[in-house]
Every structure is written in structure tokens, then in C-alpha cells.
């Protein structure tokens, strides 16, 4: 049951997700249904007692971006992506840095090839590993998370 803290079954379930969405790897997803499918009876009949697992859910089942930016952490023109890809309240996201240590590339197929290289910073938004072409500016990227 889901009370001031959440239940071990909440948690894990939305953590198997967003590897699923880091890393495209369907074992993750697969074993987070197994979890909505044991605790199915608790989310019809009392679905209060399980508010954090049907959050879960709702990352499941409706489209979640994937937002992979690219640049300098500390930089202006970074900062301002990131500031816009954290505003609003868009919960069916993961965010994901391509830095210029390339230090997630063999982790997520997300950020592989996309480190700036000490260029201008540029983000993409993805939906299912399809990436649209990169932005650079705040108000295109708000613009194609809110789409």
C-alpha cells in the first residue's frame, strides 16, 4: 500500500520503466507489468491505497518523451535547455545528459553520438528512441514537449 511513503512495489515499478525508456531494453517494462498485474485487484477496487503505482501506470500507458541534452552543464546556453525541459508539469519524461565525457554512451541508446563536443548545446525530444531534430533554444524545445 502506498501511504506517506511509498511501497516498495510503487517504486519499482516506475524505476523498471524509466530504465525501459533510458535503456529501450523490454525486459525492464516487461517486468513492470508483472508487478501492475499482481497488484491489479488493489488498483480497481481501492485505488487510493495505491496512488503511487497507478502514477506508474500512467507513465506506462500514455506517451512518455525522452529528452537528451547535450552541452556543458554550467553554461548559459545549456542551462536554459535544461531549465525548459524541467518546466511545466510533464511527468511522462526522462531526461537524459549526452556530456562530453560520454559517460552514458553504452547505457542508453539515447545520448549516443549526441555530446556537443564543446559546441552550442542542443536538445532532442523522443518518443520511443525516435528523436525529432535537435533545438537549440528554450522556446522550441517548450514548444515540442507541449505538442
Known amino acids: 500500500m502506498d501511504g506517506a511513503t511509498p511501497s516498495s512495489n510503487s517504486v519499482s515499478a516506475m524505476n523498471l520503466l524509466r530504465l525501459h ?3 529501450g531494453e523490454r525486459k525492464y517494462r516487461e517486468k ?4 501492475f498485474s499482481r497488484l491489479s485487484l488493489y488498483a480497481t477496487r481501492a485505488p487510493s491505497a495505491v496512488s503511487r503505482l497507478l502514477c506508474a501506470l500512467d507513465f506506462a500507458t500514455a506517451a512518455s518523451r525522452e529528452v537528451v541534452l547535450a552541452g556543458e ?3 548559459s546556453d545549456f542551462e536554459a535547455l535544461r531549465n525548459a525541459a524541467f518546466e511545466g508539469a510533464l511527468w511522462n519524461r526522462v531526461i537524459a545528459h549526452a556530456d562530453e ?4 554512451e553504452g547505457l542508453s541508446p539515447l545520448v549516443e553520438g549526441r555530446a556537443t563536443d ?5 536538445a532532442w ?4 528512441f525516435a528523436c525529432r531534430v535537435p533545438v537549440t533554444e528554450p ?3 517548450a514548444a515540442a514537449l507541449h505538442v
Request: net charge neutral; glycine share 12%; with cysteine.
Open 21 to 23: 525508456a533510458f535503456t
Open 32 to 35: 513492470a507489468a508483472a508487478i
Open 73 to 75: 552543464m554550467g553554461r
Open 101 to 104: 565525457a560520454r559517460s552514458l
Open 118 to 122: 564543446g559546441g552550442a548545446a542542443r
Open 125 to 128: 525530444v523522443c518518443e520511443d
Open 139 to 141: 522556446s522550441e524545445l
